[in-house]
């Protein structure tokens, strides 16, 4: 956060603050929010600003309406959820830049707050345009970047608004997440544990180096594990593997060894013999030692992988989850991710959920109000986590 200001450094009273948030909330059928907690995650910095006596503008994508007009992708429910949450009306309005949108802000009057349309919904948001940029910049005295799942994303309104804007600031929340994911994990308290799983290697390798020169001991699981399990020599049947990442898994393994970091894999696995994913069925299953039979695939950590990848969790001071252990979605190959979830959320550590479907699991096994911190962002956790600078931050630098 060097060069970057935060929200505690600025004077907002009287001022027009533009704000990006990630309001990409998912809606049901009836187009109905069925999850708002990206909504909740922008609160304090939204709460600030009013109680600061700020005109608040908000600006949000919702989905991938590819640059056109689509109300399925307004951001109206939003504006009503999120007025309840305040206790307060949220004006609504049905573009995000042009005179209607200039027009409304110049009557905005302190501590209310508006929310523009879908940013989206013009084609220059994604192309990270100047004149939208310009456009969006014109509405705003401060502009302040609190949308941390956008930050790898250069837009217009995460990137471009902010060389057009005269003053510009991390919003609390983004804040949180670089001390969290950032901080936390680069000077950890030791005993440092980081605990990878999710479906390929390919997707978390970067994470992963970037890691072993951070971590104390790292716990692989997941489908990934089996590329790790084949590049040692063993068998793994029909599991899920990228045969072009084996290279890279023994890399991984000799860095950890060459590191001192203690690396460890699945010792045994749930295998099952057929799966239906659509219907959340397993055929046959047992439990699997070193090498699996032809045509079973592996598809949770089994009992022995559970217990010893507890005791590193019980020791450690600082961990950090990123992956499901197996296919969880399936209620017969939960028991690893729900294992792990549990002995996380009960340990005395600071424990970072790295976004994604961890987020989900602990979510799902009712322990999320024990563990420190849950990552708003996939993509960008990841990015982050992989040592990248995200681009919705450092346009936030002076
Ligand atoms: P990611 O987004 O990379 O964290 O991957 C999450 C996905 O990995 C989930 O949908 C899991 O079902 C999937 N996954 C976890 N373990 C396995 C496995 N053993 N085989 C196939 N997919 C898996």
């Known amino acids: 956060m060097s060069n970057i200001k935060k929200i505690s450094d600025l004077d907002v009273a009287g001022k027009r603050v533009l704000v990006r948030v990630d309001f990409n909330v998912p809606l049901d059928k009836s187009g109905a929010i069925s999850d708002d907690s990206r909504i909740n995650a922008a609160l304090p910095t939204i709460r600030h600003l009013v109680s600061h006596n700020a005109k608040v503008i908000l600006a949000s994508h919702l989905g991938r309406p590819k ?149 104390d001991t790292i716990l692989i699981g997941g489908g990934m594990a089996y590329t790790f399990k084949l590049a040692m020599g063993y068998k793994i049947g029909k599991s899920l593997c990228e045969v072009d990442k084996i290279e890279v898994a023994k890399q991984a393994i000799q860095k950890a060894k060459d590191k001192g970091v203690k690396f460890l894999l699945p010792e045994d696995n749930l295998i099952v013999d057929s799966l239906d994913f659509p219907a959340g069925k397993i055929g046959e299953s047992k ?50 991710t729900f294992a792990i979830a549990e002995a996380v959320a009960n340990s005395d550590a600071i424990s970072i959920i790295g976004g994604g479907d961890s987020v989900k699991a602990i979510n799902m096994s009712g322990y999320s109000d024990k563990v420190s911190f849950m990552s708003t962002g996939g993509g960008a956790s990841l990015e982050y986590l992989e040592g990248k600078e995200l681009p919705g931050v450092s346009a936030l630098k002076d």
């Open 67 to 215: 640059g056109k007009f689509n109300p399925a992708f307004s951001l109206k429910p939003v504006a009503e959820n999120l007025a309840k949450k305040l206790g307060q009306p949220v004006i609504f309005l049905d573009d995000c830049i042009g005179c209607e949108a200039e027009n409304a802000v110049s009557h905005l009057t302190d501590g209310s707050v508006l929310l523009l349309e879908n940013v989206r919904f013009h084609a220059g948001e994604e192309k990270n345009d100047n004149e939208m940029s310009k456009s969006l910049a014109n509405l705003a005295d401060i502009f302040i970047n609190d949308a941390f799942g956008t930050a790898h994303r250069a837009h217009a309104s995460t990137v471009g608004v902010a060389k057009f804007t005269k003053e510009k600031a991390a919003g609390f929340l983004i804040e949180k997440e670089l001390d969290f994911l950032g901080e936390k994990t680069s000077n950890p308290i030791r005993p440092f544990t980081v605990i990878l799983g999710g479906a390929k290697v390919s997707d978390k390798i970067k994470v992963i180096d970037s890691l072993l020169d951070k971590a």
């Open 287 to 336: 439990i699997a030692e070193g090498d699996f039979p032809d045509d079973w695939e592996g598809v949770d950590i089994g009992p022995k992988t559970i217990a010893a990848y507890k005791k590193e969790i019980q020791t450690a001071k600082t961990i950090l989850w990123n992956g499901p252990m197996g296919i969880f979605e399936i209620s017969d190959c939960s028991k690893g």
